[in-house]
């Protein structure tokens, strides 16, 4: 469930993780860490003692305490942190996050009558988001109260309820730029 090491570069490979069910890794770097590009499931990133260096589908990005990224299935990452860190990893099962966006975003009604409702476009922007106060106790709950995989996903849909919404609010935003290609939204919207 959740972890305290990070993985070694000999665990990376060109295809994407198939989880069997969420989990996290929690974790302190204790110098320099390097992990090579490969391809992600849905992924949470974030850092808390300094900022860390990431490229993100061939762009660099950086990670700093009160941000994080979400990224999607099928997302190229690498890590690079020059100075000891602590990271958190929250890997989301895909049928679990699907699942749980269709359950957000579509009534009581709807789910009972058809309960296999699409969850549309789950496309999360590349861009990174701030931890709001509620994301962050989300957080700690998910660190301190899960003793079962049951407790860990209960978490994980309360941090994901908080997430869509700001991810709604984000998405938003980005339409308002007139450019057709969403990297290039992404892109504006970062800077």
Same mark, same amino acid.
């Given at each position: 469930m959740i972890s305290t090491t990070l993985p070694y570069d000999q665990s990376a490979?060109?295809?994407?993780?198939?989880?069997?069910?969420?989990?996290?890794?929690?974790?302190?770097?204790?110098?320099?860490?390097?992990?090579p590009k490969h391809k992600t499931p849905y992924l949470f990133v974030t850092n808390y003692f300094d900022e860390a260096n990431y490229r993100l589908n061939d762009r660099p990005i950086s990670i700093t305490k009160g941000s994080f990224y979400f990224l999607n299935s099928r997302d190229e990452l690498e890590m690079r942190f020059n100075q000891p860190n602590r990271t958190l990893l929250i890997f989301f099962e895909e049928d679990f996050l699907k699942s749980s966006f269709s359950a957000l975003e579509n009534s009581d009604k709807e789910l009972l009558e058809n309960p296999k409702i699409d969850s549309g476009d789950l496309?999360?922007?590349?861009?990174?988001?701030?931890?709001?106060?509620?994301?962050?106790?989300?957080? =700690?709950?998910?660190? *301190?109260?899960?003793?079962?995989? =049951?407790?860990?996903? *209960?978490?994980?849909?309360l941090l994901l309820t908080e997430f869509a919404q700001l991810n709604n609010d984000t998405r938003s935003k980005l339409k308002r730029f007139e450019v057709a290609k969403r990297s290039t939204q992404e892109e504006l919207y970062r800077k």
């Open positions: 490979n060109d295809e994407v993780p198939n989880l069997a069910s969420n989990s996290a890794i929690y974790a302190h770097s204790s110098g320099k860490y390097y992990f496309r999360i922007p590349a861009v990174p988001f701030n931890i709001s106060k509620t994301i962050g106790l989300q957080i =700690e709950k998910l660190l *301190s109260d899960t003793e079962t995989q =049951e407790d860990f996903d *209960s978490q994980l849909f």
